[in-house]
């Protein structure tokens, strides 16, 4: 048996274990090693690199745990027959699935969510059942599968504190769809984003017709700032980018400025349980049913590909955004909903984001090591990116350096308008961990070592 093209580094920053294994998962991501290999025995494996058997035992424990590898009781340890090259698999969720390419580049997105290959027989038992249920006749419920949204309902009061009745949820095709209805519903009048903000609200605001004005993403939102506004466009559970949770303060500031001006709260909750310090912070529609459209998404918990999410429209909204959507046909498609009600019910969202908030802790500890002594962070980090403020020519030569290695590195100018913010948006969802840190020592010598 061939020993394996792995050089491990003793003097280097990382275990020798999880040196192994990192580099063990490279050589499955890329192909070197094909699904079915057999890998060299512990035994063989640590003798050959003159470590103790218990670092090749630690590593190959690890790529079992995580679905790379198989072990065989009394064969051996195989490459997992689902542990093919991103090359040639592109439907099931996993480390392998496409990242965001632009221009040949890894993108280090925020949005993009780490889905373990553990989490894979679930995701097929799913579509199995899609393909053995009868699709409905016609045009379906325009608000979505009732049974779908019963499930949404009692897992909002479970996970948001959001209590609300089933029919006062819709099934949407992800958050921008979800605000387009809402947008199609509101009053005439502009729109205030947070600035930074969420690019995709900025642009769906637009194209709706809509001005948009910017809302400063830290300041409180009073009823100054709200008047004149159809809605208030916000992220308080992670503001987006920046990552502060909006103080209860402003949240009760923001929900009084809406009662006084008429402007409607639009709640962008994208990723809130993937809070790894402390427990997530109740939706604010919870707080105020009444003013606050609420828009949650299954692209934090499950492939983004698979665009659905769900809305809570404030209730006065409710009857013109059904009617809407009956006159549209709108929705999310039918497979997409189904899938979503067994993913649902089998409990596999929640176990994809406990196993995501251990990897995005980790990884988020690897990342502040990294820019820590060059960066101030902008918030506590929490769900699968961090904001690090640093001038921008130096935030412009950490996304040089990470170019040349292969990686779009966010920049926080980007998604300024007026605001000023500087520095970088280091996503860590949608890449391996090897891609990781590839792109973090990149970044490490664009700072200057
Ligand atoms: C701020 C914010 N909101 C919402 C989303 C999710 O959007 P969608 O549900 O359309 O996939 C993202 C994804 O990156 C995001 O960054």
């Known amino acids: ?131 053995a249920t009868p699709p409905p006749r016609g045009y379906d419920d ?81 009823e100054a700032a709200l008047r004149g506004l159809a809605a208030a466009y916000v992220t308080p559970a992670h503001q987006h980018p920046l990552g502060r949770v909006m103080p209860a303060d402003d949240r009760r500031a923001l929900l009084a400025a809406s009662r006084a001006t008429g402007a409607v709260v639009v709640e962008d909750d994208y990723d809130s349980e993937l809070r790894y310090d402390v427990a997530p912070v109740p939706a604010l529609a919870a707080l105020g049913r009444d003013r606050v459209g609420y828009l949650g998404t299954a692209s934090k918990s499950a492939p983004p590909g698979l665009r659905i999410g769900w809305l809570v429209p404030p209730p006065g909204m409710l009857d013109d955004v059904a009617r809407q959507r009956a006159v549209l046909h709108d929705v999310a498609a039918w497979p997409t909903q189904r899938a979503l009600l067994t993913l649902l019910r089998d409990g596999w969202l929640d176990a994809v984001l406990r196993t995501a908030r251990r990897v995005y802790a980790e990884r988020s500890a690897r990342v502040a090591a990294v820019l820590a002594p060059h960066a101030t962070p902008a918030a506590t980090s929490a769900g699968m990116y961090s904001t690090w403020l640093l001038p921008q020519d130096a935030a412009l030569s950490a996304r040089d350096a990470a170019r040349r290695a292969g990686f779009d590195l966010p920049l926080l100018s980007d998604l300024c308008r007026t605001a000023g913010d500087t520095g970088v948006v280091v996503g860590f969802g949608g890449v391996d961990d090897a891609e990781l840190d590839r792109a973090l020592a990149a970044i490490r010598s664009g700072l200057g070592g």
């Open 1 to 131: 048996m061939p020993a394996l093209p792995v050089r491990l580094d003793r003097a280097g920053r990382d275990p020798l274990g999880a040196q192994l294994s990192a580099q063990v998962r490279d050589l499955v991501s890329r192909g070197t090693l094909r699904r079915g290999d057999r890998l060299p025995s512990t035994r063989a494996l640590a003798a050959d690199l003159g470590v103790a058997r218990s670092v090749a035992e630690q590593a190959y424990d690890q790529l079992v745990a995580e679905g790379w590898l198989t072990a065989r009781r009394g064969s051996g340890t195989f490459v997992a027959a689902d542990a093919v090259p991103r090359t040639t698999t592109r439907a099931a969720p996993g480390p392998r699935r496409p990242v965001a390419q632009r221009g040949g580049l890894v993108r280090l997105s925020t949005g993009e969510p780490w889905i373990d290959p553990r989490h894979r027989a679930g995701w097929r038992r799913a579509w199995r059942e899609v393909s």
């Open 142 to 222: 325009p608000c979505g599968l009732p049974a779908l949204r019963t499930a949404l309902a009692e897992r909002l009061g479970r996970t948001r504190g959001l209590v609300v009745d089933p029919d006062e949820v819709v099934v949407t095709a992800g958050t921008t769809a979800g605000f387009r209805d809402l947008l199609g519903v509101l009053p005439a009048g502009p729109v205030g984003i947070e600035d930074p903000g969420y690019r995709a609200a900025v642009a769906t605001a637009r194209a709706a017709g809509r001005a948009v004005v910017d809302l400063p993403a830290e300041a409180r939102h009073d």
